[in-house]
């Protein structure tokens, strides 16, 4: 496989560059019997498209989706989802000194170096458009993680140095928030901070954290496909991110074990835990605590400024960079940190209804 | 898949506990014509074995590999390799509380809940000991890598608090470090440190850096099964990993994009980077810089202080964990870091070699 | 996987039903440089097309393909292809008694059995219809392939009980003919067979014979990955074939050893053998002989007479079966059997080329 | 993969050679909970050893597998169980011709041409031996199968031109029979031509036939993962097997549709079908019905004739095989057989349990 698959029971295989005609993702092994329609996954799509705000570019995507297959009579049939995004403002352009010259930051030597050219236009594959069939795929998934009570959230953890006040966390407000922040003190400092980038030419990273809640105990394998490995791949996945942390993360490496360790109480007759610096996962498995996790993602590597690099004919030359670009790409990164939670946590809870001899025989001698 | 197979081109299946007969390791994939014989190996193994030092454990483990097949006169033949150490010295115990006690920072509570009963032996499949085969099989990666002249170390970045300063790492010193240290002047605060944890009967943990080096440009696959996904989720699947960095890492998220763009540049008639904020990594494909990536460990769970927790029938209980347990497992992790990224270097480097026509023209038309 | 990708490699994934919008393909793993137009993949959908002789219906399917991504500058890029077939001809009709009725020989019954209820449209995912994503990636296998030297060719060699004159075999006759056979006599009768089973209202099955010439010695994978294996598995995977025979098949079951076995010896200072019954297979790897495999199919279940059958409420009933139905699918599935078969070797290829030391050093070390 | 996995939930992954110290197999994804012992698979490996009869070769291998993980207190953990049997009687010997020279209707060949040299000793992982892992695996696949209700039972349908009248099937007979026949009277004739072939210093070939039973309906995957195609995948990776059936197989392709189709209808308040030519099997998915298949199996390649071949060197030469060696491998593969469709149906019915949303609901809701 050339990387173009994720998931080994809800796949999800995602084509498509920045400027062909369209793209799309097609979703093999969703569960028969689902509603669907366009309307549950275009609200996810929408919440990924640059807006108006000051903070993201100007350009206008439609991003309107369309379900080419598998949904008969409303309802999922069991056999492949086919989704088709297309491609409606990508005109074509001169991309001139991008076609010659290599990106700081931007796939375009690794691209040429693996394949011996590139699809020059817009980073083509190497696009953070590209995720726009992981979201639409994330949204299915969302729905029946949804209609099994489990929810996922993510929202903007820092800008720059700028952090959220983990007390002042406000889910709903950061769905409202241009740069989807839950504490709206923070945000206003961050949105400064990036409108001081953008007259700089300059562009800035940040931190994204998401929540997984209500999530059954057991789910993750041992060993290689342990939950928060499937979640780190998810993460690491997303153009851009550079680290990732499971629960107390960097931090639990500078605890002693008396302190990090979580432990166990029954509460309301429940088993509880008194802490949660393991971040819902023990052993590569969930415990029933909320999964938290958080990916960190680097400066929008597009920036106005005249940058020192090479040409493809090895000669080293000044880029300066055309076309609209965000200063930050964080806040439109959030909901695509989101689609991959979901679709991992997913993924590994059909992994997991094989793991016992009473599931199997609940299913077939029932 | 249940998760215990790693790769898709040079797949490792690990299997054993910690106290049953053996474990070990099923490499299957290896090129045809190395040569290879357990003298290859069993340095490896040898590097993550309890020790005598103050910081390990006074547990002895032979960890004698051998090789059952796939290997004849010499040389492996292309078909699996399998690996069996024994476990020689895991003599049957009193595991009583352990048994009825779900030990805090453990995997206990979360194997119950997935299968409805565990092996507690010693923490059966989750044990750290599972690591051996893994590291079995990573051995057997560094050969090819080396012999394609690419190499890979780790060592421990930081104990706790106490962090190596970069210019003062001495890889060759870190191989006779106790605790793998590059720079003897941390080495020895942190030594310190470890031997204060265990007198207060508390642990620590730290974090583990890996480079490598002369890796070609051009591996990793675009979107999913980009390089650094990869790493992260090799990473993320050896218990008690909470974060992962690679290059900048967090510090990249607090970077203007002017300042962690690493500029192309001619130099010496070759391709280079006036720096490596990507740790080697663009776009999820390597671009023949180092390969910078970091994993941050938590503190050993196992600790001699009573800790409160429950019974498997769900009543609150103290637990005081008998045995011997490492104050501080970052050292022994430091070879399995190793192995895990070498296992996926190779699997992507075998994967990259049908990404282009004349790669495929060139084994077929010669 | 729910089963809707094909190979390791050079991976298909098909999507799309009978009568919705549109079905298609998405190709990951293409290698990078490789010349490529709709019109390299439009002659191979051609061929599947339902025709306006007497043995096809008279059913009219566009069927022209269009290439949504991953080509660029008329090559190919490495990244995913997707392909995509607009379903412009599949009318909105009245499926009144296919709706409630299950279809002998169809898969009605068993599509509501897995998943509680069933596209009813034409078959759904179930229809032949499917087959054309696997012949529009067929395509680009089989231009791979060409570009090394290797042909494929696929024929029909019998009609019910009608079979074609080895001696007599013209695959350029083939090509021209309405059912694709490769003797003119053979086809006269077969013909004539056809008429008659038409004129009953009844329908008749026959078999499909593949050679591949040219394929390198060493392709496929030891135990579970034989090329035989592989191909069985592509063969079976089209609807309606219920055997496969590789060489000999079934004769070899029944000859002496000193009789089947193939003796090598040397030609020309070429190594070569005396016979062929292996069918170019040895212990699952080509050994550069022509590879010749069959796959028999059933005859079409869609027929005009009343059938006895049940209604998905569990009655008793008689179906008549409206619209129009080929009396016979083995013409329609020869270009399958060639796509089917183009994907397999190539996939087996791509796998082949990491099985040896000196191909990973002839790519890493030139 | 290099093709030693078979399987995506219930995976099987085998290794060793004819004549290395040991064999094996590591089952990953086996429910917890399930009683297991060496007793549970003992006697599936006791069927495949070579007899004192008159058809079967007079070495002796014992054969004894040990269980090294996955189970504990008497019972699967959920975690892979590794597999092992010791090759005891393999003693050095002299290979000499065989290391040379390529045996006719082996893989010698094949091997050298894949990995540029091979294992000569009895064939190394080409031997049947290998075969050894699969039957253990399919040993705890059919407990399991057996546990929900299901049996498989295969058997000898002909040897040579003689084949077994279905009206006398007894598949009590067969399991005491040295050759696997149901049908004494077949069986008689039968030996006596086996035993003609071996004076003669022949060997012959002969049919495999297998019945699944009480399997339940919806088993199987559309389109690539078809039940037929994985039972299709799983008997040609059988050395020897030449070619499959289902069902009613290459006679189906010379049949009237009106003929072929098995007309549904009510029997006693169940769906029944009136035949069973589809072999249990309707597009690619379990109709509940006996699911039918046969394997046709070559004559043993080694003879004791001497036979026409070339050297490695490429120098024509005669060959004359030593050792003992059976006229007839027949009815060693039956086991083999029914242990590659227990592996099949089991992980395809795993494969399964996700493809509703009821059956996700029934696990994580209850």
New interface residues.
Partial sequence: ??????G????V?????SH?????A?I??C????PLSEEDIQPFLDRRKPGTSAVTTARREDDAV?I???V?EG????????L?INNTSQHSKDYGNIAVS?R????D???D???????Y?GG???SGR?TAGRVAAGAIAMK?LN???ITINAYTR?I??IEINDAAIDLAYARSSAICMPDPEAEKLALDYIAG?RA?K??????IECRMENA???????????L??????????I?A??????????K???????E???????QD?Q?AF?SN???G????????QPIIIRA????????Y?P????TKE???TVLTIAGRHDPVIVPRAVVVVESMCALTLLDL??????????????????
């Fill in positions: 496989m050339a990387g173009s698959t994720f080994r029971h809800f796949t295989t995602t084509w498509g560059e062909g005609p369209a793209l799309g097609v093999d092994g569960p028969a019997g689902l369309h080419l297959s598998g008969f309802k999922t049939t069991g056999t492949p989802i086919s088709m290599y700081p930051g931007h796939a030597y690794t691209y170096r693996k394949y011996g050219f590139r699809d236009r083509g594959r190497s590209e029946i209609q099994l009570g820092s720059g140095d980038c700089e300059d562009s800035v990273g940040g931190c059954p105990a057991g789910i993750g394998e041992p060993v290689f496909d342990k928060d490995a499937a979640l780190g791949k998810a993460l690491f996945s153009g991110v550079k680290a990732v942390e499971i629960g107390a993360g960097i639990a490496s500078k605890m002693r074990g008396s990090n360790n979580d432990a166990l109480c029954m007759d088993v008194k610096h393991a971040g996962i023990l052993g590569g498995i969930s415990s029933g960190y993602v680097k400066p929008t590597p597009s920036i400024q940058q020192d690099t090479i090895h000669q080293n809870m059909l992994s997991n209804i094989g793991a016992r001899m009473d599931h199997l025989t609940r299913i077939y001698h029932s």
